[in-house]
């Protein structure tokens, strides 16, 4: 399974951007979905999760009411808009996947809990 990540750039404080990640694969294969985020100098941290349908999500708490992800399961592609940017947003966003069974409809946070991974997307901020 191949992640390819998409939408980072420049912006200024206040603007926003929408990230993409695509998972090749059947079809048939179900995934719960998240993105991270990774600054220089410091640790992978997660922004928020999504599960196989959609139907929950989770959010680290510096996002929520700034960031919403989103999924089109028929093509398991998940994205992340955000608003409000600040410069701590700055980083270079990742996008992980895990397979699932159908009735799996948890999120998950930890990057262990991931088994693939997308290269990453930058996001610059500047204030």
């Known amino acids: 399974v191949q992640l390819q990540a998409s939408g980072g750039g420049v912006v200024q404080a206040g603007d926003s951007l929408r990230l993409s990640c695509s998972a090749s694969?059947?079809?048939?294969?179900?995934?719960?979905m998240a993105w991270f985020r990774q600054a220089p100098g410091k640790e992978r941290e997660f922004v928020a999760a999504?599960?196989?349908?959609?139907?929950?999500?989770r959010y680290e708490d510096f996002v929520k009411g700034r960031f919403t992800i989103s999924r089109d399961g028929a093509r398991n592609t998940v994205y992340l808009g955000m608003n409000s940017l600040k410069p701590e947003d700055t980083a270079n966003y990742y996008c992980?996947?895990?397979?699932?069974?159908?009735?799996?409809?948890?999120?998950?946070?930890?990057?262990?809990?991931?088994?693939?991974w997308g290269q990453g997307t930058q996001v610059t901020v500047s204030s």
């Open positions: 999504v599960s196989w349908g959609g139907g929950r999500t």
């Open positions: 992980a996947a895990q397979p699932v069974v159908a009735s799996n409809r948890e999120t998950y946070s930890r990057p262990h809990e991931y088994d693939y």
């Open positions: 694969g059947r079809p048939s294969d179900l995934y719960a």
